[in-house]
């Protein structure tokens, strides 16, 4: 995880598959301040559910702890897992970084 | 009729294995000249029941082989099988298992699964033969 001044940047990269299941639930821990999360998911070029479910939990936490979210999603075949899974609204979801970061920064 | 295209690949159920196994998949579908789009999405498919499998497939604790079966013919369609060796129990959830079927389910056409002897799942693709181009339709 690295943060700049105002927003926690958490990046995955690759091929997330239940071969990495661990490595994803490590890398999705909320910051200790309540800080912004830019979850970078742009360079990963396949997710299974095992990303799903980690987005899923991930979310719920940062719903308790008041913290906002953005997941950015470049490649079709993540956003499409989403929407087969249902959970095609669950996330605000962000093609575009600076879209992400324009949400996150946000007032309210 | 057209040709029949056909891939057999067998590993040992570990988690590690399903990137290989999907990446064969992957070699197995591009030669075929299926569109990008429809590879990615049997991928999806076929990539949770393969992580299914993995889990399923232990006898008496020791981790038994999962097969991937993929079987292509003209306008027969794609036709997947998952299988493992072990006896079916629900081990302790892996994460995001849940969401597993579901996804198939809103890929595939069909997807049965027998536990009979073992798990298998299979996984059925309509396509459309285009010439020399195959794409999948939901």
Redesign the interface.
């Given at each position: 995880m690295s943060t700049d001044s105002s927003v926690a940047v958490i990046a995955l990269s690759g091929e997330l598959d239940v071969g990495r299941a661990d490595e994803v639930a490590r890398a999705l821990e909320l910051p200790s301040r309540t800080t912004p999360v830019l979850l970078d998911l742009s360079d990963v070029s396949y997710a299974d559910s095992t990303v799903i479910s980690a987005l899923f939990h991930f979310s719920e936490k940062a719903t308790a702890a008041n913290t906002r979210v953005a997941v950015l999603i470049v490649k079709p075949q993540l956003i499409r897992l989403l929407e087969y899974a249902g959970l095609g609204e669950a996330f605000p979801v962000f093609r575009e970084r600076s879209a992400a970061l324009t949400y996150l920064l946000q007032n309210g | 009729m057209g040709d029949v295209a056909e891939l057999r690949v067998t590993r040992t159920a570990a988690?590690?294995?399903?990137?290989p196994m999907?990446h064969a998949l992957r070699s197995f579908l591009e030669a075929l000249e299926l569109a990008p789009?429809t590879i990615?999405?049997v991928?999806?498919a076929v990539?949770?029941a393969?992580?299914n499998a993995?889990e399923h497939a232990y006898v008496d604790g020791a981790a038994g082989s999962v097969e991937l079966y993929a079987r292509a013919e003209g306008d027969a369609g794609l036709e997947i099988d998952v299988r493992d060796s072990g006896t079916y129990i629900e081990r302790s959830a892996?994460?995001?298992?849940?969401?597993?079927l579901?996804?198939a389910r809103?890929?595939a056409r069909n997807v049965e699964i027998d536990r009979s002897r073992g798990t298998r799942v299979r996984l059925s693709f309509d396509v459309i033969q285009r010439r020399r181009h195959i794409r999948a339709v939901k």
């Open positions: - | 988690r590690a294995n399903v990137r999907r789009d990615d999405d991928l999806t990539g949770e393969l992580a993995v892996r994460v995001g298992r849940g969401f597993g579901r996804i809103a890929i």
